[in-house]
């Protein structure tokens, strides 16, 4: 069964910092162009970062830029994302998608828009609150 796993959410201060994980079973993370979203009840989920499968170049979202990295490990067949200096506003539900396509920095522009992925994980909630 292909699946990903999403984990580390969790309660944080605002200035704090978490670690989300997406894992994938059935398949391998390599060659796969990795997304982040999230969603707050009641808005549209929004594109947080991604990266590439073939050379991992990687984009954010400018309410994210400086603060939160994405990164990935083959031999874990995980990818993650490292959020440090957390706002408040940073609360929701984390999703992590894949897709297997041959991505680039010269494909890849800007992040790919969510339904452009083929491989949902169950989400991980992150709440940032004093």
């Known amino acids: 069964q292909l699946q990903l796993v999403e984990s580390g959410g969790g309660l944080v201060q605002p200035g704090g910092s978490l670690r989300l994980s997406c894992a994938a079973s059935?398949?391998?993370?390599?060659?796969?162009?990795i997304g982040w979203f999230r969603q707050v009840p009641g808005k549209e989920r929004e594109g947080v970062s991604c990266?590439?499968?073939?050379?991992?170049?990687?984009q954010y979202g400018d309410s994210v830029k400086g603060r939160f990295t994405i990164s990935r490990d083959n031999a874990k067949n995980t990818v993650y994302l490292q959020m440090n200096s957390l706002k408040p506003e940073d609360t929701a539900v984390y999703y992590c998608?894949?897709?297997?396509?041959?991505?680039?920095?010269?494909?890849?522009?800007?992040?790919?828009?969510?339904?452009?992925?083929?491989?949902w994980g169950q989400g991980t909630q992150v709440t940032v609150s004093s």
């Open positions: 990266i590439a499968s073939l050379d991992d170049t990687t």
């Open positions: 059935g398949f391998t993370l390599e060659d796969h162009a």
């Open positions: 998608a894949a897709r297997l396509v041959p991505l680039t920095k010269a494909t890849m522009f800007k992040c790919p828009r969510g339904d452009f992925y083929d491989y």
